[in-house]
């Protein structure tokens, strides 16, 4: 495998996790009532700064604006 062939792997593999962390995390903002810090590190981030960018980068909201358009009262 040649290096650049191992970089694009390596970011496939990252985006993938990505997007499995953003999932988990769609699911516990609409049926739970955690803080985003809960959330971020049930869904495998280090911190809610980088959630919330991940989170806004991958669905065009923020985690707080997707919870307020998708949760049921």
């Known amino acids: 495998m040649k290096h650049s062939d191992h970089c694009v792997s390596k970011n496939a593999d990252a985006r993938d996790l990505n ?40 669905t065009a909201m923020t985690p707080g604006e997707y919870r307020k358009l998708h949760q049921k009262n």
Not at 19 to 43: F, N, P, S
């Open 19 to 58: 997007l499995y962390r953003i999932e988990i995390a769609r699911e516990m903002l609409v049926q739970t009532d955690y803080k985003m810090t809960t959330i971020a590190g049930a869904a495998g981030f280090e911190d809610a700064r980088n959630f919330s960018k991940v989170f806004k980068k991958t």
